[in-house]
């Protein structure tokens, strides 16, 4: 097959990678006894790999105009390896943050599994972990998901969650309105915050991971029951009830935490990166966890009728035509830490239960990259009939994941508590 050039939007994660920045995203999938051995899940990822042809492609030609290329030496044994026994929780979690920690080989289609053994109290988990990382530069959290669907998991259904549908012709009134909203969209997206987040330095190598867990349905018919509002914005009223009680304990202040909320674009099964976002200002300063789903469902309500997330990738790909020098003004005004504090994603998964060769899947987490002055990032996945929560960061500058995930539970807690009671509603 003839090289395949880089997309504009996998290009532009492939030159985010730096000495600090490793740049891939991870899947940690727990699978239940019997987990199926290393020479069993390595055939069977062989034989199955060719469903996701992607997997098979290396990076090739010169770096102003990379392209992936089949690997004519490809060796399953080099991507399906054996990883050290983890025996507690804690274990686990300091694996999966070396592992995240180092580079994938470029001389290799850039993805590795690495089968984690779980041992002692961390047997209470599972039997096994798989540590998957995939470059972001190959596949966002959609794509990530669908060669899971091609290659690992046993057979499934398809992803639930928010589908994103393909916009209908734009009229003369749609252009007008269109005109009239840019700045305002501008103001929401791309202005910057009145001070420094506290996860705003110069991030190292280094990185520091935790887990957190909620229960899919009842959370979606809490956050339904409250105020109409989705598992979305459950999630951003749980992270910011988290952050609120982290930023009291350790800053001793709230202050403004701005989150960037990735929206995926991705129509039928493209591969590779397709995502916008918005941007959402998080209300740590309202005590009540109603009152702050609330307030964040109103906030995402008004950009997803406003269409922001879509408006901002037509307006980047028409930049990059018109005035590619205006466009990389806009990319990196986009990145400075004043315009966003850290990035909160959720990805749907399978919602029925997964098996993989027969063993069932326990749970599955999904870990994505830090930034340059970025440095904690969230990663929300929903399989198995819960969503899971992964945090990432440096922990140089932020530690203490544990109270953050904790914290992550105990909104969900108060949140279905309140939609259970009689006044529930705000």
């Given at each position: 097959m003839a090289a395949v050039p880089l997309s504009a939007e996998d290009r532009a994660i492939l030159e985010l990678e730096s000495s600090a920045v490793a740049g891939h995203t991870c899947k940690v999938v727990i699978l239940g006894a019997p987990a199926p051995s290393l020479e069993a899940l390595r055939g069977s990822v062989a034989r199955r790999i060719d469903a996701a042809p992607a997997l098979r492609r290396r990076l090739a030609g010169p770096s102003r105009q990379p392209a992936w290329e089949d690997d004519d030496r490809f060796d399953i044994a080099a991507h399906v390896v054996a990883g050290?026994?983890?025996?507690?929780?804690?274990?686990?979690?300091?694996?999966?943050?070396?592992?995240?920690?180092?580079?994938?080989?470029?001389?290799?289609?850039?993805?590795?599994?690495?089968?984690?053994?779980?041992?002692?109290?961390?047997?209470?988990?599972?039997?096994?972990?798989?540590?998957?990382?995939?470059?972001?530069?190959?596949?966002?959290?959609?794509?990530?998901?669908?060669?899971?669907?091609?290659?690992?998991?046993d057979a499934v259904g398809p992803a639930r969650g928010e589908s994103h549908r393909a916009p209908r012709p734009a009229t003369a009134a749609d252009q007008t309105r269109r005109r009239a909203g840019l700045a305002a969209f501008l103001r929401h997206e791309l202005a910057l915050g009145a001070g420094r987040s506290p996860f705003d330095a110069s991030i190292g190598a280094g990185r520091e991971v935790a887990f957190a867990s909620a229960p899919l349905r009842p959370l979606h018919d809490a956050a339904k029951r409250i105020c109409?509002?989705?598992?979305?914005?459950?999630?951003?009223?749980?992270?910011?009830?988290?952050?609120?009680?982290?930023?009291?304990?350790?800053?001793?202040?709230?202050?403004?935490?701005?989150v960037k909320v990735p929206v995926s674009l991705h129509h039928g099964d493209d591969e590779g990166n397709r995502d916008s976002f918005f941007t959402l200002e998080l209300p740590l300063?309202?005590?009540?966890?109603?009152?702050?789903?609330?307030?964040?469902?109103?906030?995402?309500?008004?950009?997803?009728?406003?269409h922001d997330a879509e408006t901002l990738d037509r307006l980047m790909r028409e930049l990059a035509i018109a005035?590619?020098?205006?466009?990389?003004?806009?990319?990196?005004l986009e990145a400075n830490p004043r315009t966003f504090a850290l990035s909160v994603s959720n990805v749907p998964g399978p919602g029925g239960p997964l098996t993989v060769?027969?063993?069932?899947?326990?749970?599955?987490?999904?870990?994505?990259?830090?930034?340059?002055?970025?440095?904690?990032?969230?990663?929300?996945?929903?399989?198995?009939?819960?969503?899971?929560?992964?945090?990432?960061?440096?922990?140089?500058?932020?530690h203490d994941l544990g109270r953050l995930a904790l914290g992550v539970e105990a909104e969900v807690s108060a949140l279905m508590d309140a939609a259970a009671g009689p006044a529930a509603g705000v």
């Open positions: 050290g026994a983890a025996g507690s929780a804690g274990e686990l979690r300091e694996v999966v943050s070396r592992l995240f920690s180092e580079r994938l080989d470029r001389d290799r289609p850039l993805w590795r599994m690495d089968v984690v053994p779980l041992a002692g109290q961390a047997s209470a988990m599972g039997d096994a972990a798989v540590v998957w990382r995939i470059h972001h530069a190959l596949a966002d959290g959609t794509t990530a998901m669908r060669f899971a669907g091609a290659v690992l998991w109409g509002a989705t598992v979305n914005d459950a999630v951003l009223a749980a992270v910011a009830g988290s952050l609120r009680d982290w930023l009291q304990h350790h800053h001793g202040r709230l202050g403004r935490v701005r300063g309202e005590p009540d966890p109603v009152a702050r789903l609330t307030a964040i469902h109103r906030g995402t309500a008004e950009r997803k009728a406003n005035s590619p020098g205006l466009e990389r003004f806009c990319r990196e060769l027969g063993a069932p899947v326990e749970a599955v987490y999904s870990i994505a990259e830090i930034g340059e002055r970025h440095a904690l990032r969230i990663a929300v996945v929903s399989a198995c009939g819960d969503l899971r929560f992964g945090f990432c960061s440096d922990p140089a500058i932020v």
